[in-house]
């Protein structure tokens, strides 16, 4: 009966997962067209500049969320139902110390690196008040991270990823409506809150209307005893997470720093395309990855790598054709008002070969952790030093924005593919001796 009720679990978060997934990807193309209807290009440069900025709080949290879940996952394990219950509320109470710390960090930052960024804009946009009420958003949504791990590492998924769904829709929904609204960048904080406020209420209803989910334990509680013992795992991914923020982030505040509002706002849109045309692309790689696992949990090595060949190539074919028809479209029609937004032709053509080695990359990453291992930390950290640095290179000496970048993911796709085939041939080789 136990292993019947796991099974059903694990479908239904199968089944809800590939619905959060499904709702991330179709829901993108639409936001970017409602982007370029109704903002202008500096309008775009202050949203992707926003957004940006908003993911430094990535950079004061170094991982803490992903340590959490874990240790919340192994002391929700605990035979011992006091014990357990101690862990988790002590965890709990940390999480919530540590996130309050973070918002107000956070907010003196933002404040302190938006007039870096944007005090020497004299154009006509309004900046200050939209992204300082967004700034003020993000706080809040820091101090819901501690209910988030908790549900997450107390195994509580189906519920976590139900509120996510409903959130996801209302965030997309309440910005197209806002942005239709004429109230341009306020919709960014805007949306953020709707989706902050459907989340929580979601949480709320779909867990019979109460809030309780564990015991709260002040006493004996110290912040300084938990964070000496989240230290050991977190200090081995916060560089990782750390680095990550400079890659995906790092192109729209270099462009608006240095090209800046209006161009930003091109190179952010023209990124935007390209990222969603990838997304649903790794979508489909993702989506078997449990297949990919069950196949190596049951020895099924060549299998597995068998099903990963194929859908890599389903998904790669897929995106060059994603792309193909996007210039087709782009030559064809040049008056859309989208190709009004974007990058000339022959830059877009550089930003679409960056995010296919970036696919290559990803995808091959993908299929070597469903053997549990990390193989890609070196990488990764290459990938997020040396693509922004080659992009300011290529800015300086006036290079199409993305050739020299290409280098970098270049590099970085024939390194995890060495890698991950010399892991594979040594996993293999283990197995059959």
């Known amino acids: 009966m136990t292993s019947c009720n796991n099974f059903k679990k694990y479908k239904t978060l199968s089944l809800l997962s590939v619905c959060l997934s499904s709702i991330r990807v179709f829901l993108g193309p639409i936001t970017l067209l409602v982007l370029a209807k109704n903002l202008s290009t500096e309008e775009l440069g202050f949203y992707y500049a926003f957004f940006s900025l908003t993911a430094m709080a990535q950079l004061l949290e170094v991982g803490m969320s992903s340590v959490l879940k874990q240790y919340y996952s192994h002391s929700y394990a605990i035979h011992d139902i006091s014990e357990k219950n101690i862990k988790i509320s002590n965890y709990f109470n940390f999480s919530i110390y540590w996130y309050l710390i973070l918002s107000i960090l956070f907010f003196i930052l933002g404040g302190g690196v938006s007039y870096v960024m944007f005090n020497d804009y004299n154009g006509i946009v309004n900046w200050k008040l939209p992204w300082f009420f967004l700034l003020f958003v993000s706080c809040t949504n820091l101090l819901v991270l501690p209910l988030n791990a908790m549900l997450d590492g107390t195994q509580r998924q189906q519920l976590l990823m139900k509120a996510n769904i409903v959130s996801q829709l209302m965030i997309a929904i309440s910005l197209w409506l806002t942005i239709y609204l004429g109230l341009g960048l306020y919709s960014l904080g805007l949306s953020q809150l709707v989706g902050i406020l459907f989340f929580l209420l979601s949480v709320f209803i779909f867990n019979k209307c109460r809030f309780q989910f564990i015991e709260i334990h002040k006493k004996n509680f110290s912040f300084k005893t938990v964070f000496n013992e989240l230290w050991p795992l977190l200090k081995k991914t916060s560089i990782v997470w750390f680095l990550g923020y400079f890659y995906w982030n790092g192109f729209n505040i270099i462009s608006f720093k240095y090209l800046g509002a209006e161009i930003a706002g091109f190179v952010g849109m023209s990124m935007s395309i390209m990222r969603a045309g990838q997304n649903i692309a790794i979508s489909i790689l993702n989506s078997q990855m449990t297949l990919y696992a069950s196949n190596i949990a049951m020895g099924k090595i060549d299998e597995a790598r068998r099903v990963f060949k194929k859908y890599f190539i389903i998904s790669f074919l897929l995106l060059i054709s994603g792309y193909s028809i996007f210039y087709i479209f782009y030559y064809v029609k040049p008056d859309f008002f989208l190709f009004k937004k974007v990058l000339p032709l022959e830059q877009m053509i550089y930003v679409s070969i960056f995010f296919a080695f970036t696919f290559i990359i990803s995808g091959t990453e993908t299929f070597i952790r469903c053997f549990k291992v990390e193989k ?58």
């Open 376 to 433: 890609f930390v070196i990488t990764q950290t290459i990938n997020s030093i040396l693509t922004p640095f080659l992009f300011v290179l290529g800015l300086n000496l006036h290079y199409q924005y993305f050739c020299l970048p290409i280098i970098s993911v270049l590099i970085v796709s024939i390194l995890t593919l060495y890698i991950s085939r010399r892991f594979y041939t040594g996993y293999s080789n283990a197995k059959n001796t």
